[in-house]
């Protein structure tokens, strides 16, 4: 156990916590301003996983060009799905009971489930690297998987551009707004129901994000949605649900904390998430991040 | 009258042969699911929390009594009588996690929970069996098949009584207040925390007694009652029978339950997709009828009654 080998876990723990936070942000996003928990945030990334193996499927294999179709194709489908869903259905419930809400986006995650079920079967896929990425770099003489590092790029760059985009542009000045008080959005004359399109929109894209560059990373099979969630959930209920620093940081910790845990006791792993969760809810119920939620 | 039918009724299908065989495990299957559907209620509906975790109760009912009587030797009734006393033993630490935490914060706890469990099961290799499960439930001589629908149907009906004094008890009525109005509740000194935790381990020790007697009708405990699309059942059967009354879950079972065998009878292929049909059912009810079957039924009642009063 040399320092280096310590070195080389915390690379692949902050690589998985990275993916983890891409997908998490968006549900966290679509939280602060719609106000609904999405439970089928993890259907819609694994749409993502799959969808990104169909079309590589079309696509040339192996070329850099192709991955980048991917990282834009799927998640603009996955956008056009977003765009459905959210007039047709979440519109009718914003002014619900909680109670309902959770429930009709239950109600999506058995129909989402079983239409992946039944379009792609129950067979263990993958995306092919892109062979830029498919080598390993040598750093300070330990070899990390060139994949993992280029997700470890991805992930910062996509948390900078969320940090632009909602604190140094007027659509993240109306998103925040939104999230605060919307009926002064509103009496200012601002559309706040197309603000909240626009988030669930950007939530559904990350989710796409997500779903391409994991297809690439690991197989995926038809429980990745359900796995993932539960993680994001760990995740946004460490950070506070609403906050996307929250969210990174919730997601390094996952990351990191098992993948440091993996190697001495890789059955503890699985129950890592949890007990994150659990310690936190116990000192600060409404996460590190987060307000006391009324 | 509706008792005596159900009573009656294995009697008649007994007659029949094997279909009648068949209709009588069906029958039994259903007034257990009914049970758990009934015990997640008093969380869901009078409570006012969504739990995502609730099949965990069950598996932990289920795996005590496989346990106990294939590993220990134990007789069905003290086995049985196990059960509801470990979930309820499983809901307490569970629940007190939980029910710091409201609306969504609890949704997403439970379902954390409910997995946790259900990871735990599949991966205790030495204790469960993983996902090879138990076979082989010992099955007492006297049990036959009627004779195990009257038990299940005699425990039922206890069970039912009692969900009905607790509900109507200063202790439903106080759990109906926070379910209405937790500010208010808690203004007039109502422990609401300590409230919502005694009614998730009823609830909890009624799925637990559920889970047991499923096991023994299907002489088999697997990891599946422990997965969070078993939760999903009592969910979808309080939804549509009607999540604000007791007679509700129970019906909603049998509802849900009869639509599955038909659609099998219909077509093979529909119950390949029935987690669709079944989120689809969901969304039409939460969209357009939250009170489910109970409730439509009251308001067509209404409108009939106001067309005579005209």
Known sequence: M???????LLVNGLAQGMLLFIIASGLTLVFGVLRIINFAHGSLYMIGAFLAFSLSTVLEEGSLISFMLLLLLVPAALMIVGLALETTLFRRIYDQEHLLQLLLTYALVLILDDTVRVIWGGDIRNVPRPTAFSGSVDLLGLSFPMY??????VGPLIALGLWGLLYRSRAGNLIRAAASYPEMLGALGVNV???MTWTFLMGCGLAGVGGVLMAALANIDLGIGMEKIIECFAVVVIGGLGSVWGALLGSLIIGVGISFIQLPLSRLAVVFPYIAMALVLIWRPWGLFGRPER | MVVAALFALPFILNR??????YWIWVSTEIIISALFASSLNLILGFGGMVSFGHAAFFGVGAYTVALLMKKGGIPLIPALMAAPMMAAIMAAVIGWFCVRLIGLYF?????AFGQLLYMIVF???NFTGGDDGIHGIPKPALLTPVNYYLFCLVIFLVCFLLMWMIV???FGLTIRTIRENMDRAKFIGINVKRFQWFNFIIAGAFAGLAGGLFTELNRFAQTDFLHWSKSAEPILASLVGGMYSLVGPALGTAVLMFLNIFLQQIHQDLIEIWAMILGF????VVLFAPDGLVGLYGRIRERIDSFGAI
């Open chain 1, 148 to 153: 993992n590092v280029f997700i470890l790029g």
């Open chain 2, 168 to 170: 109507n008890s200063s």
């Open chain 2, 107 to 111: 949704a997403i706890l439970t379902l």
């Open chain 2, 281 to 284: 059912i969901l969304l039409l």
């Open chain 2, 16 to 21: 029949l042969g094997k279909i009648g065989e």
């Open chain 1, 193 to 195: 129901r197309m603000v």
């Open chain 2, 123 to 125: 991966q205790w290799y």
């Open chain 1, 2 to 8: 040399t320092p280096q080998f310590y070195l080389f």
